[in-house]
């Protein structure tokens, strides 16, 4: 689903965030991707998203190679992919229910789509109760799993979460990390990037392991060895 | 799918407006300023423009013609001066009719009229008003006068016995200086201001923008489309337009009113406050349409950055 042959990513300051990553993720794999702070992951996903193009060689999402893709295909290409930060990233002045509404809205779901599914995907987060409570008044863990609600309320084919225990107490890592895993069970491929090494044991799934923009190791039960 | 976007971005555009309310408090706060700028211009241009003209109204020649003369001659007289391209209107007031203006002009002076009464004939000679389209023009009508020998003042031939035009050339041309000066000068006064309005209320939606530049980057990760994002932030700036124009309009009516008596005792013949009443629709449409375009493009402009 998610091929990367041979990528450089060098930032206009000299710094190389990517040197000559190659590896694929197949379709419905949930693949944790773990390492220092500059090792490259945070990078590897702005490419997946279409953010940033690589300096040399080809990313591609399917049959989609991001390298050539143009700016207006790009929202369509996001529409497919649920992203979950660490920042939560939510639209501050509106609602939770809001929130993941607007990710159907801007794919073009009719309002009777939006106002049966956006109310289901809540319930499936828990967050029935806050639903129209504004971001400023949830706490971290109900910030994440809004953030997770928008990122499955479209049915994306990929979810990418970049660091989205980062800002959170263990309870509710936990919590994310098993709403992640159930997402995966029915189906929809995972990308995660962490450096908590309790998450990547408790998954037992694939662990690509990055340093300094290269693939140090690829084992397909996890492990974090740093 | 069009409509349904559509409902959409402009039910966003209000909804942001009344959530971010301190933002949207300022930036109308702002545009009011700007759009008083433009409707005071507009209003300013006017007052100006008609107190010039009723200024340069008062510009003529007098052609005092010799008593000699025949009424036909005056009237052949006064038709060769009306065939110049310059002259906009040539008056004749006849001998009897300028002492009945002088004294109606007179009336309430008791020793003018006895004196006039004690000489018995009528000492006024008739005259003819030309007037010039423009202030400029008069010297030429002038030279044509005097080089006409059958009209110029003296001549064996004249019926004109006097021409003032040198009696009052300083002031006449003074006089077209300065209007065509305060013409350049109001038009200047009007870019610079409008120039302004435009330059501060783009500035204060471009900070507006600013403040919202990471939901602009979480909508475009969400998948929003250009226009999408686009869309609710220009809705917003053309309410922040309206808004702002109704309240310039509100505000005026008292401004003016208030500025009707300081306005006539400068000019006794223009009326602010009629001139605002009169031309409502007019300005109305002016502001309005001014504070949209405003917000509008400014929102369109500040968030374009932001997409790339």
Redesign the interface.
């Known amino acids: 689903m998610i091929y990367f042959d041979n990528v450089y990513k060098v930032y206009p300051d000299g710094t190389k965030a990517l040197d000559g990553v190659t590896l694929s993720v197949k379709q419905g794999e949930f693949v944790s991707i773990v390492g220092h702070s500059g090792a490259g992951k945070t990078t590897l996903v702005k490419l997946i998203l279409g953010e940033d193009h690589p300096t040399e060689g080809s990313v591609s999402f399917d049959s989609v190679n991001l390298r050539k893709i143009k700016s207006k295909d790009v929202p369509k290409l996001r529409r497919r992919i649920g992203v979950i930060f660490q920042d939560f990233r939510l639209l501050p002045n509106k609602t939770a229910y809001e929130n993941v509404a607007f990710a159907m809205e801007v794919a073009g779901k009719t309002d009777d789509e939006i106002a049966s599914d956006v109310p289901h995907v809540l319930e499936l987060v828990d967050l029935t109760k806050k639903m129209w409570n504004f971001p400023r008044q949830l706490s971290g863990g109900e910030l994440q799993r809004v953030a997770i609600a928008r990122a499955i309320v479209n049915q994306p084919d990929l979810i990418i979460a970049d660091e989205p225990t980062g800002n959170l107490d263990p309870i509710n890592t936990y919590e994310i990390v098993q709403i992640l895993k159930k997402i995966n069970d029915m189906g929809t491929t995972v990308v995660l990037t962490t450096h908590n090494k309790g998450v990547v044991e408790a998954l037992g799934k694939r662990v690509i392991t990055m340093d300094h923009g290269k693939i140090t190791r690829d084992d397909s039960t996890g492990k974090y060895a740093l | ?1 069009f409509w ?2 559509l409902k ?1 971005i402009i039910k966003a555009g209000f ?2 407006f009344w ?2 309310g301190s933002v949207s408090l300022s930036a109308v706060f702002v545009m009011i300023v700007a759009l008083f700028m433009i409707a005071s211009t507009f209003l300013i241009t006017a007052f100006l423009g008609t107190a010039l003209r009723d200024l340069q109204d008062k510009i003529d020649i007098n052609i005092y013609v010799d008593s000699k003369a025949t009424e036909a001659q005056i009237i052949s007289l006064q038709k060769q001066i009306e065939t110049l391209p310059e002259v906009k209107k040539v008056n004749y007031t006849s001998r009897e009719q300028a002492l009945a203006d002088f004294r109606l002009r007179h009336e309430n002076d008791h020793r003018i009229i006895q004196a006039l009464d004690e000489v018995g004939d009528n000492p006024l000679p008739a005259a003819l008003t030309v007037k010039a389209k423009e202030p400029s023009q008069y010297e030429g009508i002038a030279t044509f006068l005097s080089n006409k020998s059958e009209l110029s003042a003296g001549g064996a031939l004249s019926i004109v016995s006097k021409v003032n035009y040198n009696d009052n050339k300083v002031a006449i041309e003074r006089l077209s200086k300065l209007i065509i000066g305060v013409k350049k000068l109001g038009s200047i006064i009007t870019a610079v201001m409008i120039g302004i309005s435009i330059l501060i209320t783009f500035n204060t939606i471009r900070l507006a923008i600013f403040i919202a530049r ?2 602009i ?10 226009e ?1 994002i686009r869309g609710p932030f220009v809705v917003e700036g053309i309410l922040y337009g309206l808004v702002s124009a109704f309240i310039t309009l509100i505000i005026f009516y008292p401004i003016t009113y208030w500025l009707k008596n300081t306005t006539q005792v400068f000019y006794g013949g223009v009326d602010l406050l009629h001139y605002f009443v009169a031309n409502f629709v007019q300005i109305f449409l002016v502001i309005i349409f001014s504070g949209i375009a405003l917000g509008a493009v400014s929102s369109y402009l500040a968030v374009r950055k932001y997409l790339r």
């Open positions: 799918m349904t976007a959409r909804i942001s959530r971010n990471d939901e980057g979480v909508m475009r990760l969400v998948g929003g489309s250009r999408y």
